[in-house]
């Protein structure tokens, strides 16, 4: 094993769906996408984008629990390989940790499924009565997942160059930067494929264990 530690974004990379907040849109039959157009041009920030979500699952419900949005991201699907990848990851040693955008209830059972040490994703405020609030709690920055993984590695004591990234999109594209090997997943836009220092295609995740040095 070439690394003593791999961080893996969560949406489109562990899970199949490129985005968790997207999973739950789509089973309340809403759309986010004037909310994320106004986030890339810079007209709100990751609280605003969270509060905005939120509120059109809310919209027109008296109650929407913390346990409801949970148990609809129970049917996100792993991604094919997942298992058998993390598994041999684990095997050699390495320590492992999700960095994510995405919703914190998912992040964690993937990372119980998983066996990943390390969860940073976003979560959700609830009330006395386990009813979402209207407000994200922010644990990663979309724009800033490099904060999370330095925190990562200083925790545990590891060099870049035994740390390796893999993610999907542009707003991994600073990990796969920082790490001494960036891996592109079946990569989403031309910014990861930049600055990855391999892209992986095919939609198994096992074809990443090559380049581990497994």
């Known amino acids: 094993m070439k690394y003593d530690l791999v961080v893996f974004d969560l949406d489109g990379v562990l899970v199949e769906p490129e985005s968790s907040w997207v999973w739950v849109h789509d089973h309340y ?8 157009q106004a986030y890339n041009r810079g007209e709100i920030d990751d609280h605003e984008f969270m509060r905005r979500d939120i509120a059109l699952w809310r919209r027109g419900r008296e109650h929407v629990s913390y346990e409801e949005i949970a148990r609809i991201l129970d049917g996100v699907p792993i991604m094919p390989g997942a298992k058998e990848t993390l598994a041999a990851i684990k095997g050699a040693g390495a320590k492992t940790a999700i960095v994510s955008g995405g919703l914190l209830p998912l992040a964690k059972r993937v990372a119980y499924e998983l066996g990943i040490e390390e969860v940073y994703a976003n979560d959700l405020e609830v009330d ?21 993984l330095r925190s990562i590695m200083e925790e545990a004591g590891l060099s870049r160059e ?25 990569p989403a836009d031309e910014i990861v494929k930049r600055e990855a220092d391999v892209i992986v295609g095919g939609g198994d995740l096992r074809a990443i264990l090559c380049h581990l040095g497994l």
């Not at 039959?29 to 994320?36: K, L």
């Not at 006395?128 to 999370?148: H, Y």
């Not at 035994?162 to 079946?186: C, Q, W, Y």
């Open 128 to 148: 006395e009565k386990g009813g979402l609030r209207g407000e994200g709690i922010l644990g990663v920055a979309l724009r800033d997942k490099l904060s999370s």
């Open 162 to 186: 035994r740390t390796a990234a893999v993610g999907n999109s542009r707003i991994d594209a600073p990990m796969l930067k920082e790490a001494g090997m960036g891996i592109a997943f079946n």
């Open 29 to 36: 039959s809403t759309n986010n996408e004037e909310s994320y």
